[in-house]
């Protein structure tokens, strides 16, 4: 496998279509957008990098709502970053009740252990 290849199982999916929308809603609110690749140099990394010069960063991974996994990486890297004070926020739509999520604390930890996720904030 092309290590700088993206990954094709998720470029046409519901994963890429809801990233695509985060990308946009951020960018038209004055966001600086950095999506990460997935190669082997970046496995485990959050899918998105986005900066706002007032309301600081978020490192954000974008899953279906109605089923996702993390991958191995993702299971080791995101309680390191989470040890170093590093926020992850799961976003699973595009919509305003799921970016309001961005200005509450970091959710990763929420998702882990399932399969899919309701809309709350349980």
Known sequence: MDPFKLKSTKRGG???KIQEGICNYLKTRDWLVIETHGNMFQMGLPDIYAVHYTLGYR???????TAYHFTPAQNQLFPQLHAKGIGIWILTAYDEYEMEKLNMPPNWWRFLGKTSHSRGYD
């Open 59 to 65: 490192w954000i991974e974008v899953k279906n709502p």
């Open 14 to 16: 519901p994963e890429a």
